[in-house]
Protein backbone atom coordinates (compact mmCIF):
# COMPACT_ATOMS: atom_id res chain seq x y z
CA UNK A 1 0.00 0.00 0.00
CA UNK A 2 1.46 3.03 -1.13
CA UNK A 3 1.23 5.69 1.12
CA UNK A 4 1.52 9.49 0.84
CA UNK A 5 3.17 10.73 -2.18
CA UNK A 6 4.33 14.17 -2.95
CA UNK A 7 6.09 15.52 -6.47
CA UNK A 8 8.38 17.13 -6.50
CA UNK A 9 10.83 15.98 -4.08
CA UNK A 10 12.60 19.80 -4.84
CA UNK A 11 12.59 22.63 -6.65
CA UNK A 12 13.93 25.46 -7.32
CA UNK A 13 12.16 29.01 -8.50
CA UNK A 14 12.84 32.14 -8.78
CA UNK A 15 11.24 35.40 -6.91
CA UNK A 16 7.68 36.07 -8.65
CA UNK A 17 7.31 32.86 -10.46
CA UNK A 18 4.25 30.60 -9.60
CA UNK A 19 4.55 26.73 -8.37
CA UNK A 20 2.35 23.68 -8.31
CA UNK A 21 3.17 20.90 -5.57
CA UNK A 22 1.24 17.63 -6.16
CA UNK A 23 -0.17 15.02 -3.35
CA UNK A 24 -1.83 11.54 -3.95
CA UNK A 25 -3.42 10.60 -0.51
CA UNK A 26 -3.23 7.28 0.59
CA UNK A 27 -5.44 4.94 -0.69
CA UNK A 28 -8.84 4.99 0.87
CA UNK A 29 -8.15 8.80 2.51
CA UNK A 30 -10.47 11.49 1.13
CA UNK A 31 -9.12 14.66 3.05
CA UNK A 32 -6.08 16.39 2.14
CA UNK A 33 -4.39 19.11 4.46
CA UNK A 34 -1.24 20.85 3.09
CA UNK A 35 1.62 22.78 6.06
CA UNK A 36 4.33 24.79 5.51
CA UNK A 37 7.53 23.83 7.39
CA UNK A 38 9.94 26.26 7.86
CA UNK A 39 13.66 25.09 8.97
CA UNK A 40 13.52 24.59 12.61
CA UNK A 41 9.93 24.99 13.03
CA UNK A 42 6.84 23.41 13.43
CA UNK A 43 4.67 22.39 10.26
CA UNK A 44 2.29 25.19 9.39
CA UNK A 45 -1.34 24.72 8.86
CA UNK A 46 -2.20 26.18 5.11
CA UNK A 47 -5.56 24.50 4.29
CA UNK A 48 -7.39 21.36 3.92
CA UNK A 49 -9.81 19.68 1.19
CA UNK A 50 -12.56 17.47 1.18
CA UNK A 51 -15.16 16.32 -1.25
CA UNK A 52 -12.94 18.41 -3.56
CA UNK A 53 -14.10 21.96 -1.91
CA UNK A 54 -11.48 23.96 0.86
CA UNK A 55 -12.81 23.26 4.15
CA UNK A 56 -10.46 25.12 6.38
CA UNK A 57 -7.91 27.55 5.89
CA UNK A 58 -4.99 29.21 8.39
CA UNK A 59 -3.27 32.60 8.31
CA UNK A 60 -1.88 32.49 4.62
CA UNK A 61 -2.62 34.83 2.03
CA UNK A 62 -4.32 34.42 -1.25
CA UNK A 63 -1.18 33.98 -3.03
CA UNK A 64 -1.41 30.49 -1.62
CA UNK A 65 -4.40 28.36 -3.44
CA UNK A 66 -5.21 24.64 -3.65
CA UNK A 67 -7.56 22.25 -5.86
CA UNK A 68 -8.64 18.51 -4.78
CA UNK A 69 -9.47 16.31 -7.53
CA UNK A 70 -12.46 13.44 -8.25
CA UNK A 71 -9.53 10.76 -6.85
CA UNK A 72 -8.90 13.26 -3.61
CA UNK A 73 -5.22 13.57 -5.29
CA UNK A 74 -4.72 17.49 -4.43
CA UNK A 75 -2.31 20.36 -5.56
CA UNK A 76 -1.00 23.30 -4.01
CA UNK A 77 -0.25 26.52 -6.34
CA UNK A 78 1.41 29.34 -4.78
CA UNK A 79 2.26 32.37 -6.43
CA UNK A 80 4.48 35.63 -6.92
CA UNK A 81 6.42 33.84 -4.67
CA UNK A 82 8.68 35.41 -2.10
CA UNK A 83 11.78 34.69 -0.61
CA UNK A 84 10.46 33.81 2.46
CA UNK A 85 8.50 31.19 0.94
CA UNK A 86 11.00 29.42 0.63
CA UNK A 87 10.13 26.06 3.04
CA UNK A 88 9.52 22.16 2.98
CA UNK A 89 5.67 21.82 1.61
CA UNK A 90 3.80 18.48 3.47
CA UNK A 91 0.62 17.52 2.60
CA UNK A 92 -1.14 14.98 5.32
CA UNK A 93 -3.72 12.61 4.46
CA UNK A 94 -6.85 10.95 6.43
CA UNK A 95 -10.02 9.31 6.68
CA UNK A 96 -11.05 10.70 9.60
CA UNK A 97 -10.10 13.92 11.08
CA UNK A 98 -7.87 12.43 13.46
CA UNK A 99 -4.43 10.51 12.50
CA UNK A 100 -2.88 12.36 9.69
CA UNK A 101 -0.09 10.45 7.25
CA UNK A 102 2.52 12.65 5.94
CA UNK A 103 4.20 12.69 2.61
CA UNK A 104 8.24 13.06 2.20
CA UNK A 105 7.45 17.01 1.41
CA UNK A 106 8.51 19.30 -1.51
CA UNK A 107 11.73 21.57 -0.86
CA UNK A 108 10.81 24.55 -2.32
CA UNK A 109 13.77 26.89 -3.03
CA UNK A 110 12.71 30.67 -4.18
CA UNK A 111 16.10 32.79 -5.07
CA UNK B 1 -2.73 29.57 18.89
CA UNK B 2 0.28 27.68 18.72
CA UNK B 3 0.99 25.17 21.82
CA UNK B 4 4.46 24.99 23.91
CA UNK B 5 6.11 22.26 23.94
CA UNK B 6 9.21 21.82 26.46
CA UNK B 7 11.70 21.06 26.78
CA UNK B 8 13.21 22.41 23.45
CA UNK B 9 15.91 20.04 23.31
CA UNK B 10 17.17 17.21 25.59
CA UNK B 11 20.04 14.57 25.08
CA UNK B 12 19.84 10.91 26.72
CA UNK B 13 22.44 7.99 26.78
CA UNK B 14 20.81 4.48 25.57
CA UNK B 15 18.40 3.30 28.17
CA UNK B 16 17.49 6.57 29.88
CA UNK B 17 14.31 8.12 30.20
CA UNK B 18 12.80 11.06 28.56
CA UNK B 19 9.26 13.25 28.83
CA UNK B 20 8.23 16.14 26.36
CA UNK B 21 5.24 18.01 27.39
CA UNK B 22 2.90 19.99 25.38
CA UNK B 23 0.55 22.63 26.52
CA UNK B 24 -2.11 24.77 25.29
CA UNK B 25 -4.03 27.77 26.39
CA UNK B 26 -6.83 27.08 24.79
CA UNK B 27 -9.72 23.95 25.66
CA UNK B 28 -8.35 21.17 23.19
CA UNK B 29 -10.38 18.14 21.65
CA UNK B 30 -7.08 15.86 21.00
CA UNK B 31 -3.61 16.44 21.18
CA UNK B 32 -1.42 14.36 18.79
CA UNK B 33 2.44 13.27 18.76
CA UNK B 34 4.48 12.79 15.57
CA UNK B 35 8.24 12.47 15.22
CA UNK B 36 10.13 13.53 12.45
CA UNK B 37 13.57 12.74 11.71
CA UNK B 38 15.98 15.01 9.49
CA UNK B 39 15.08 15.21 6.32
CA UNK B 40 12.18 13.02 6.47
CA UNK B 41 8.12 13.17 7.06
CA UNK B 42 6.73 13.70 10.46
CA UNK B 43 5.59 10.15 11.48
CA UNK B 44 2.60 9.45 13.67
CA UNK B 45 2.67 8.17 17.01
CA UNK B 46 0.16 8.65 19.44
CA UNK B 47 -2.99 10.27 19.59
CA UNK B 48 -4.99 11.88 22.85
CA UNK B 49 -8.51 12.84 22.85
CA UNK B 50 -10.50 14.00 25.19
CA UNK B 51 -12.66 11.92 27.45
CA UNK B 52 -9.38 9.33 27.61
CA UNK B 53 -9.60 7.36 24.87
CA UNK B 54 -6.06 6.54 23.88
CA UNK B 55 -4.22 4.94 20.83
CA UNK B 56 -0.40 5.07 19.60
CA UNK B 57 2.76 3.06 19.61
CA UNK B 58 3.48 0.49 21.33
CA UNK B 59 6.64 1.24 23.43
CA UNK B 60 6.12 5.11 24.02
CA UNK B 61 2.86 6.49 26.37
CA UNK B 62 1.18 9.76 26.80
CA UNK B 63 -1.56 11.22 29.14
CA UNK B 64 -3.35 14.10 28.44
CA UNK B 65 -4.57 16.71 31.36
CA UNK B 66 -8.07 18.05 30.30
CA UNK B 67 -8.16 20.51 33.31
CA UNK B 68 -4.21 22.00 32.30
CA UNK B 69 -5.08 21.60 28.34
CA UNK B 70 -1.36 19.60 28.97
CA UNK B 71 -0.34 16.47 27.27
CA UNK B 72 3.41 15.09 27.81
CA UNK B 73 5.38 12.32 25.71
CA UNK B 74 7.14 9.89 28.17
CA UNK B 75 9.51 7.77 26.32
CA UNK B 76 11.12 4.81 28.59
CA UNK B 77 14.76 2.86 27.67
CA UNK B 78 15.20 5.15 25.05
CA UNK B 79 16.70 3.18 21.74
CA UNK B 80 18.95 5.01 19.15
CA UNK B 81 16.18 4.91 16.75
CA UNK B 82 14.27 7.51 19.29
CA UNK B 83 16.20 10.65 17.82
CA UNK B 84 14.28 12.99 15.89
CA UNK B 85 12.65 16.38 16.54
CA UNK B 86 8.86 15.67 18.19
CA UNK B 87 6.44 17.63 17.56
CA UNK B 88 2.61 17.74 19.20
CA UNK B 89 -0.71 18.73 17.06
CA UNK B 90 -3.05 20.15 19.06
CA UNK B 91 -7.20 19.48 17.96
CA UNK B 92 -9.50 22.30 19.28
CA UNK B 93 -12.84 20.32 18.07
CA UNK B 94 -13.64 17.14 16.09
CA UNK B 95 -12.40 17.46 12.08
CA UNK B 96 -10.40 21.56 13.56
CA UNK B 97 -6.79 21.69 11.68
CA UNK B 98 -4.33 20.48 13.90
CA UNK B 99 -2.11 23.42 15.22
CA UNK B 100 1.41 22.08 15.74
CA UNK B 101 4.17 22.94 18.46
CA UNK B 102 7.87 24.34 17.55
CA UNK B 103 8.78 20.58 18.18
CA UNK B 104 11.44 19.21 21.29
CA UNK B 105 15.16 17.82 19.45
CA UNK B 106 15.72 14.42 21.17
CA UNK B 107 19.38 13.18 20.96
CA UNK B 108 19.98 9.82 22.09
CA UNK B 109 23.73 9.07 22.48
CA UNK B 110 25.27 5.51 22.73
Known amino acids: DAGVTQSPTHLIKTRGQQVTLRCSPK?????VSWYQQALGQGPQFIFQ???????QRGNFPDRFSGHQFPNYSSELNVNALLLGDSALYLC??????????FGQGTRLTVV | QQPVQSPQAVILREGEDAVINCSSS?????VHWYRQKHGEAPVFLMI?????EQKGHDKISASFNEKKQQSSLYLTASQLSYSGTYFC???????????FGAGTILRVKS
Open chain 2, 89 to 99: GTEKEYGNKLV
Open chain 1, 27 to 31: SGHDT
Open chain 1, 49 to 55: YYEEEER
Open chain 2, 48 to 52: LLKGG
Open chain 2, 26 to 30: KALYS
Open chain 1, 92 to 101: ASMNNPTEAF
